[in-house]
C-alpha cells in the first residue's frame, strides 16, 4: 500500500510501527530526530474504541508538535501469528489511512523485512539485533517498537536520499 506525492515531501517525517504499545520516531524539518512510545490499549472500564480515539487524538497532537508533517511511513505486517494481533493492527491501520487521507498527508507501509534488512542485513533479524543496530547508530530505543520506528525513519530518510 503506497500514497506518495511525486514532489519531495516538506515538512516532518513521521515513522510508526503500529500497535497497542506503538513506536514512533520523527525527523523534524530543521533534522532534528526524536522517538518513544506510546500505549492505546483500552483501560479496564472502557470500551473498545477508547485506544482508536486516543490514537488519532496522539495523531492530531503530532501534526501539531511536529508539524507539518510532510509524510507518514509505517510498519507493513502481511502476516500475524494471531488473530487478535491481526485485528489490532488491523484498527491501527484503518484508523492511520482515514487520518492521512481527511488531513492530506502521504503515506507508505514498508515490509517489515524490509526494514529489517536495511537495519541489519539481514530480513529475518531477530529484535535484539534491530534494537542493538539502532544503539550503534547512536539512538537509545526503549524497546523493540521504538527501534523498528527509528529504523523504518533512517530507511525511509536514505530511500528519499535523504530529503526532507
Known amino acids: 500500500m503506497c500514497v506518495i506525492d ?26 532534528t530526530v526524536t522517538s518513544g512510545t506510546a500505549t492505546f490499549r483500552p483501560g479496564r472500564f472502557e470500551g473498545g474504541g477508547m485506544g482508536w480515539l486516543r490514537f ?21 505486517v502481511r502476516r500475524h501469528a ?4 491481526a485485528h489490532v493492527y488491523g484498527g491501527f491501520l484503518a484508523h492511520l489511512t482515514a487520518w492521512c487521507e481527511g488531513s492530506g498527508v502521504p503515506y507508505q507501509g514498508v515490509p517489515v523485512g524490509t526494514i529489517k534488512r536495511f ?29 523498528d520506528a527509528l529504523a523504518l525513519l533512517l530507511w525511509a530518510i536514505d530511500a528519499q536520499g535523504g530529503a526532507q
Request: glycine fraction near 12%; proline fraction near 8%.
Open 56 to 76: 488519532r487524538r496522539w495523531l492530531d497532537s503530532m501534526a501539531a508538535s511536529a508539524g507539518p508533517l510532510g509524510s507518514i511511513v509505517f510498519e507493513e
Open 82 to 85: 494471531g488473530t487478535t494481533a
Open 6 to 31: 511525486p514532489a519531495p515531501p516538506t515538512g516532518s517525517l513521521l515513522a510508526l510501527d503500529l500497535g497497542s504499545t506503538l513506536g514512533w520516531a520523527v525527523r523534524l524539518a530543521d533534522g
Open 119 to 147: 537495519a541489519t542485513g539481514k530480513g529475518n533479524a531477530p529484535k535484539d539485533a534491530v534494537i542493538a543496530a539502532m544503539r550503534a547508530r547512536g539512538f537509545t530505543p526503549t524497546d523493540d517498537n521504538e527501534a
